[in-house]
């Protein structure tokens, strides 16, 4: 089910018909939207398929029902391809055993385990709702002990696979490759990325932030605003946006307001311009804000033909993206980092600027001779991972010299609540958003086991850049010399 094909193609759907397609599929209990269907070659809906995903569709949102659809056909294309040819309800324990063999070790490109533990949810789900919901079965094919273990368990996918940057890496990063300047600081003129401000800016807002692509790729430009006169940090609160939708508050630096917002005065403002009447043509499509309220942080507009008023942080990625408001010369964008016709730059697009930006530093490393190591392996994630490794040291150096302080002071010890509310790594999975503190914890064990790299990065940094000292100093209500 997409809305947006909806509109584009529903009048030649049904001739002859007097229906609002359009209105019809935003009613109220109507399918949400990427909700699958499943049709037979008769065309008509398989069950129970079409049933159970109807019944994922309440709680999942679009992306995950792609996921879990595309899950499922594998699961039937396998199941359909055995000697004996079988359904997911007549299915036995040997069968899914197969299965899990075949793609996680037999088949050309076996899948990682991240993907097999979702393809093993999406099968769990499935029969739990066929045994417990619809009463399709007696019981599941396959036995589960009371731990939550099953058949189809494989693969570790615990731990976590932190990469970090060191200073001269991510300088080198930046400059080099997402600027696409020179090592010495000059142009280099056969250079041919595009936006180098944007990329540059959406990097450092990353790596200073903690934010991750589906959150500062989404920003609207009035949430971040522009520099305050009096050099203090801007707080952007991140909702929708963010991961399980778990609410925090991102900070987000004076030295990075200040690039973002040359940015803002030089390659948005010639993007939002040329853009404005390719917007108009698709203002159907769009959210037109006529109203914003700065001081509420609400968003008031037309939207498929309806009034309607949203709270900036509730806003999900989808409708961000089509978010635009009237202009003196058209509709123009209110993204901050924003494209070719002044849409949001989509998760694959991004990845395709870091990629050509790494490729770029490994070239250019390799054709100069340059000492400097930069990692094999790059992921936007990393820059995440980079504040997070490096605001825990910086945090729990703060708190360890504050306690050293108040010991040499005469000065009584902290009381529990004390500790509890300075906690680096509980401040650390605010900062992160992490919904398990467990999450938070890998990142203390990998410190633990490489001290020494950690170390010798942290010191590199903090020659070059007080951001992270300042920020730790400001959470933690101390002072960092």
Same mark, same amino acid.
């Given at each position: ?155 570790? #996918? ?6 970090? %940057? ?6 080198? @990063? /930046? *400059?080099?490759? &997402? !600027? +696409? ?96 009447? #390719? ?6 499509? %769009? ?6 309220? @700065? /001081? *509420?942080?609400? &968003? !008031? +507009? ?117 500790? &509890? ?61």
């Amino acid at each position: 089910m997409s809305h947006s094909k909806v509109r584009k193609y529903g009048k030649d759907l049904l001739p002859g018909i007097d229906l609002d397609v359009e209105a019809y599929v935003r009613r109220r209990g109507a399918l949400k939207e990427g909700t699958p269907f499943f049709l037979g070659p008769d065309m008509r809906p398989m069950e129970p398929l079409c049933s159970f995903f109807f019944e994922m569709a309440k709680t999942l949102k679009a992306k995950s029902l792609a996921d879990y659809t595309y899950d499922a056909l594998d699961v039937i294309d396998f199941l359909e391809d055995l000697e004996v040819p079988t359904d997911l309800l007549s299915v036995t324990e040997e069968d899914l055993v197969a299965y899990r063999e075949d793609r996680t070790e037999y088949q050309d490109d076996p899948v990682s385990p991240a993907t097999w533990q979702r393809r093993r949810a999406m099968i769990n789900n499935f029969y739990d709702w066929a045994v417990d919901d619809a009463k399709l079965l007696d019981k599941r094919p396959y036995y589960r002990r009371r731990n939550g273990k099953d058949v189809l368990a494989w693969g570790a #996918t615990t731990e976590l696979d932190v990469r970090h %940057l060191a200073y001269e890496q991510w300088r080198f @990063l /930046k *400059q080099v490759g &997402l !600027r +696409g300047l020179l090592p010495d600081g000059g142009l280099d003129r056969s250079f041919r990325g595009q936006a180098p401000l944007r990329n540059s800016g959406a990097a450092e807002l990353s790596v200073t932030t903690g934010m991750r692509l589906r959150e500062f790729s989404c920003l609207l430009d009035i949430e971040v605003g522009r520099p305050r006169r009096d050099a203090s940090p801007a707080d952007v609160k991140l909702q929708a946006t963010a991961k399980y939708g778990l609410p925090r508050i991102s900070t987000i630096q004076d030295a990075t307001l200040r690039e973002l917002d040359f940015y803002r005065r030089t390659e948005r403002a010639a993007v939002v311009a040329a853009s404005a009447r #390719t917007l108009w043509r698709h203002r159907d499509e %769009l959210f037109v804000v006529d109203d914003v309220d @700065l /001081k *509420q942080m609400k &968003l !008031r +507009g037309q939207l498929h033909g309806r009034r309607r008023t949203f709270r900036v942080e509730a806003m999900t990625a989808e409708l961000r993206r089509i978010t635009v408001i009237e202009g003196d010369k058209g509709l123009e964008a209110m993204g901050l980092f924003v494209g070719r016709g002044g849409r949001m730059l989509s998760k694959q697009r991004w990845e395709q600027v870091f990629g050509a930006a790494h490729a770029r530093t490994l070239r250019i490393c390799a054709e100069r001779g340059l000492k400097l190591e930069m990692p094999s392996r790059l992921r936007i994630h990393d820059l995440r991972h980079t504040f997070a490794i490096y605001m825990l040291q910086m945090l729990t150096q703060a708190v360890l010299e504050d306690e050293i302080a108040r010991v040499r002071s005469g000065g009584n010890a902290a009381y529990l609540a004390d500790h &509890l509310s300075r906690n680096p790594l509980l401040i650390l999975q605010r900062l992160l958003g992490h919904r398990q503190p467990r999450s938070t914890m890998r990142y203390l064990t990998y410190i633990r086991n490489s001290n020494a790299l950690v170390t010798k990065a942290i010191a590199q940094w903090n020659d070059q850049d007080k951001t992270y000292a300042d920020y730790a100093s400001m959470l933690t209500g101390g002072e960092v010399a």
